[in-house]
């Protein structure tokens, strides 16, 4: 993650300059961004999209950045927000928390301060713990241990299986398709059309085998998805 963020973001700043600034500064750091100049735009982009964080400022023409939280908490879209605004008072702190943003941010900022909170926020929602684990449900990955517990059941799994499962892990609830795991596993040198199939059924019969409850879901047409029943 934090070499390689992989994670897109929706900008919502109605100053040009400033929006360039930061948008530029995020694509340089490894995110993909998209930008909305006030807060109807901003809604209709998290209708048609996902994103791995909003970062919002409080003052937009149409709809302000609190009601544009508002309603996406309303509509049960849990992701994350980072509010920025150049309002320092403890009221409007408060009133930022409680329409649903979960960081806050006063300009004039720092990008590199900026970067650390949105890394923070996206890790968190991906499920990574403090010490850099990646969870979904019970299923439990340290990438710096390699290892793979469910259920606190030790799991053992292929090297390729593994990278699949961190994949999966880091995108999760989302579905990712069969072309982006063959591009992170072999890069432009294809295996076999029938690898990726052996290795996703070693990684079933892995972590969802022995258990009542699955995790790996095959979307038709679209590609594979890590999720527990709630996010399924």
Request: glycine letters at 8%; proline letters at 4%.
């Amino acid at each position: 993650m934090s070499d390689s963020p992989n994670a897109t973001i929706l900008l919502v700043e109605d100053h040009d300059d400033l929006a360039a600034t930061i948008g530029a500064y995020l694509e340089a750091s490894g995110y993909a961004c998209d930008y909305a100049a006030d807060g109807a735009i901003a809604l209709n982009l998290l209708e048609e999209n996902e994103y791995d964080a909003v970062v919002l400022d409080l003052m937009l023409p149409r709809i302000s950045g609190i009601r544009v939280a508002i309603r996406m908490r309303e509509r049960g879209d849990g992701t994350p927000i980072l509010m920025l605004t150049a309002r320092d008072q403890l009221d409007d702190k408060v009133e930022g928390f409680e329409a649903g943003a979960d960081d806050y941010l006063v300009k004039p900022f720092e990008s590199e301060e900026l970067l650390v909170r949105l890394k923070a926020l996206i890790r968190r929602a991906r499920g990574e713990t403090g010490e850099g684990q990646l969870k979904v449900g019970d299923l439990v990955f340290d990438p710096r241990l390699m290892r793979v517990e469910r259920a606190g059941q030790r799991i053992n799994l292929s090297p390729t299986a593994v990278r699949i499962l961190k994949v999966l892990m880091r995108e999760s609830p989302r579905v990712v398709s069969r072309e982006q795991i063959e591009n992170e596993l072999w890069g432009d040198t294809l295996p076999d059309s029938d690898t990726l199939r052996s290795h996703m059924y070693n990684l079933r019969k892995g972590i969802d085998r022995p258990f009542d409850t699955k995790l790996l879901h095959t979307i038709q047409g679209m590609g594979f998805k890590l999720a527990t029943p709630e996010d399924a």
